[in-house]
């Protein structure tokens, strides 16, 4: 089984919609990362948590919310899905001060038509 | 603002030679570089660490040098094989807060048997 585990691995969504994409890790890390992926843009950060009660906004959080609702589970939902949310996006862990690696999911695809 | 530049042109390369890739920075001191590679539709996987006060690090076929006077780091792969092939990233952190990491876009490597 993966460290790190999403779904849906993909999803076509309406405008407007609410949509949760979720994630979890067995690697026991405080760590917890959401990302995006666009072509051209790299990967761009949108809310981290460094454990269940510490949650902050990264670069592109707007349109987005979060959820820890355990060490090894955290969610992002999109409030109102719009076509320009239609991305790549991958959760990813790292363990706590000093460690520097990141461990990514296999990714959600996502599309809002 | 911080500047992370990956040549985005593939790079195509004969099997068993030495694949460089590169990646440059501006308007950033940081920490450590990581390169992560990344196949098609899954997330990116860890190589490499190397920090501001380290010159070079290899690990098996893999090596990475940090110049923090030119902004750059080179990612070499010698004796490249078709399963090298993959896009690669790269990455830049600094110390301390939520240990901050910028990705660059990547670079994609084929390997041509």
């Known amino acids: 089984d993966a460290d790190v585990t999403q779904t849906p691995r993909n999803r076509i969504t309406k405008t407007g919609k609410r949509i949760m994409l979720e994630c979890s890790q067995t690697?026991?890390?405080?760590?917890m990362y959401w990302y995006r992926q666009d072509p051209g843009l790299g990967l761009r950060l949108i809310y981290y948590?460094?454990?269940?009660?510490?949650?902050n906004k990264g670069e592109i959080s707007d349109g987005y919310s979060v959820s820890r609702q355990a060490q090894a589970k955290f969610s992002l939902s999109l409030e109102s899905a719009i076509p320009n949310q239609t991305a790549l996006y991958f959760c990813?862990?790292?363990?706590?001060?000093?460690?520097?690696?990141?461990?990514f999911g296999q990714g959600t695809r996502l599309t809002v038509v | 603002s911080q500047k992370i530049e990956q040549n985005s042109e593939a790079l195509n390369i004969q099997e068993g030679k030495t694949a460089t890739l590169t990646c440059n920075y501006t308007?950033?001191?940081?920490?450590?570089l990581q390169w992560y590679r990344q196949d098609p539709g899954r997330g990116p996987v860890f190589l490499l660490l190397?920090?501001?006060?380290?010159k070079e690090k290899r690990k098996e076929r893999l090596k990475v040098t940090f110049d923090t006077t030119l902004k750059q780091s080179l990612f070499h792969i010698t004796a490249s094989q078709p399963a090298d092939s993959a896009t690669y990233l790269c990455?830049?952190?600094?110390?301390?807060?939520?240990?901050?990491?910028?990705f660059g876009t990547g670079t994609k490597l084929q390997v041509i048997p």
């Open positions: 990813a862990t790292r363990a706590g001060q000093g460690s520097t690696e990141a461990f």
């Open positions: 690697k026991g890390h405080d760590r």
């Open positions: 948590s460094f454990d269940v009660k510490d949650i």
């Open positions: 308007n950033y001191s940081p920490a450590y």
């Open positions: 190397i920090r501001e006060n380290e």
């Open positions: 990455a830049l952190g600094a110390y301390g807060g939520y240990q901050k990491v910028t």
